[in-house]
T-cell receptor, first 111, second 115 residues
């Protein structure tokens, strides 16, 4: 059964690096792993997307091992404004490419 | 450029009724996807439309349906509402690639309450 698994919650302090891992088996071969950030009362917002190895943009990095059974979102030097819920999104080929979100990781950044 | 807009923002219905939600994508975006978000089930994919055609569908009963118009605007309909349909319904648009490979831009959602 296709499933994505993320930690339910994480705590961090300002200035630290935060790594959130999403585990996913049998994802579609040619599809990407995408991470979204969501604040209360808002829709999710795109953070980063990757297919394999490592992707970096101005706000985050995404690490994907060769087997693509997991991915790790890395947030460098978090601030209080990074307190939010983070979701990974993948497509599962054994379910006809159905899109499945992880259950979300609630990140709390403390001063 | 204006973002994704969803109307209405809030809606209250009673069991057995039907509801239609509307989504206007970002100008130039041709792909629209719909999601349901609840505290218990999290974010769940409903369906994806491109060029007025449904090209992917999640595991929801037939009471949930959608369509896309030639201007890329989309509507979703839920018939015979049940209490469990109470949720935040999110619409997302992208340029034209699949929702699994393209950057999606989400609207603020429609909060549906079924009494």
């Amino acid at each position: 059964l296709a499933k994505t698994t993320q930690p339910i919650s994480m705590d961090s302090y300002e200035g630290q690096e935060v790594n959130i891992t999403c585990s996913h088996n049998n994802i579609a071969t040619n599809d990407y792993i995408t991470w979204y950030q969501q604040f209360p009362s808002q829709g999710p917002r795109f953070i980063i997307q990757g297919y394999k190895t490592k992707v970096t943009n101005e706000v985050a990095s995404l690490f994907i091992p060769a087997d693509r059974k997991s991915s790790t979102l890395s947030l460098p030097r978090v601030s209080l404004s990074d307190t939010a819920v983070y979701y990974c999104l993948v497509a599962f080929y054994n379910q006809g490419g159905k899109l499945i979100f992880g259950q979300g990781t609630e990140l709390s950044v403390k001063p | 450029k204006a973002g994704v807009t969803q109307t209405p923002r809030y809606l209250i219905k009673t069991r057995g009724q039907q509801v239609t939600l509307s989504c206007s994508p970002i100008s130039g975006h041709r792909s629209v996807s719909w999601y349901q978000q609840t505290p218990g089930q999290g974010l769940q994919f409903l369906f994806e439309y491109f060029s007025e055609t449904q090209r992917n569908k999640g595991n929801f009963p037939g009471r949930f349906s959608g369509r896309q118009f030639s201007n890329s605007r989309s509507e979703m309909n839920v018939s015979t509402l049940e209490l469990g349909d109470s949720a935040l319904y999110l619409c997302a648009s992208s340029l034209g690639g699949r929702a699994s490979t393209d950057t999606q831009y989400f609207g603020p959602g429609t909060r549906l309450t079924v009494l």
